[in-house]
């Protein structure tokens, strides 16, 4: 079956770069997206398709990718960037959807 | 502007079944998806399916398979969610989400409800 890994956590001082990673054979084929969850808070969409980002989104936040492994990058991390990051994708079959297991970010 | 609208938390025995809606608006109903999201205390989103108002089609994750139905009605661009044989696991905040696709490779969750939480207790 698919899968998607995520690091559980990922930390960074405030101002510094991070990258968090989503690994998985359906990024091979299929893009993968990136939601941000605050805590008591829905899922937010920060990063769709190969890089872009929905409005209201600031741009030190981008999405790239190598092989079978899609990255969220924050360059000039921020208090409010402190969150859960989720990836997800189609899964192989197509038909349906599968979530990383999630990466806590801290900024420090 | 686009929203989804859910209903209220609930509080269900063992073995009951539960009904979420998902109301939309701001949108056309029938263009897009709409998915179902879960997320039991302190932990992660779980995918448990999709269903699409215009094809009628539905997917399901396997996990919930027999025990979930995605249903809607187009005249009050609202989606439900059925979840039957409830267990204290399916404690959880449980999402609508609208289902975009740009293509066929890419497909992304672009708005979300507030979240319904569930809570199965005796």
């Known amino acids: 079956s698919s899968e998607l890994t995520q690091d559980p956590a990922v930390s960074v001082a405030l101002g510094q770069t991070v990258r968090i990673t989503c690994q998985g054979d359906?990024?091979?084929?299929?893009?993968a997206s990136w939601y941000q969850q605050k805590p008591g808070q829905a899922p937010v969409l920060v990063i769709y398709?190969?890089?872009s980002r929905p409005s209201g989104i600031p741009d030190r936040i981008s999405g790239s990718y190598s092989g079978n492994t899609a990255s969220l990058t924050i360059t000039g991390a921020q208090a409010e960037d402190e969150a859960d990051y989720y990836c997800?994708?189609?899964?192989?079959?197509?038909?349906?959807?599968?979530f990383g297991g999630g990466t806590k970010l801290t900024v420090l | 502007q686009v929203q989804l609208v859910q209903s209220g938390a609930e509080v269900k025995k063992p073995g009951a079944s539960v009904k979420v809606s998902c109301k939309a608006s701001?949108?056309?109903?029938?263009?897009?998806?709409i998915n179902w999201v879960r997320q039991a205390t302190g932990q992660g989103l779980e995918w448990m399916g999709w269903?699409?108002?215009?094809?009628?089609?539905?997917g399901y994750a396997e996990k919930f398979q027999g025990r979930v139905t995605m249903t809607w009605n187009t005249s009050i661009s609202t989606a439900y969610m059925d979840l039957s044989s409830l267990r204290s696991e399916d404690t959880a905040v449980y999402y609508c989400?609208?289902?975009?696709?740009?293509?066929?490779?890419?497909?992304?969750?672009?708005?979300w409800g507030l979240g319904t939480l569930v809570t199965v207790s005796s």
């Open positions: 701001g949108y056309t109903f029938t263009n897009y998806d």
């Open positions: 997800n994708s189609r899964d192989n079959s197509g038909n349906h959807v599968i």
């Open positions: 398709g190969e890089n």
């Open positions: 989400t609208r289902g975009h696709s740009s293509g066929y490779y890419i497909y992304y969750f672009d708005y």
């Open positions: 269903m699409n108002p215009n094809s009628g089609n539905t």
């Open positions: 359906s990024l091979r084929r299929y893009y």
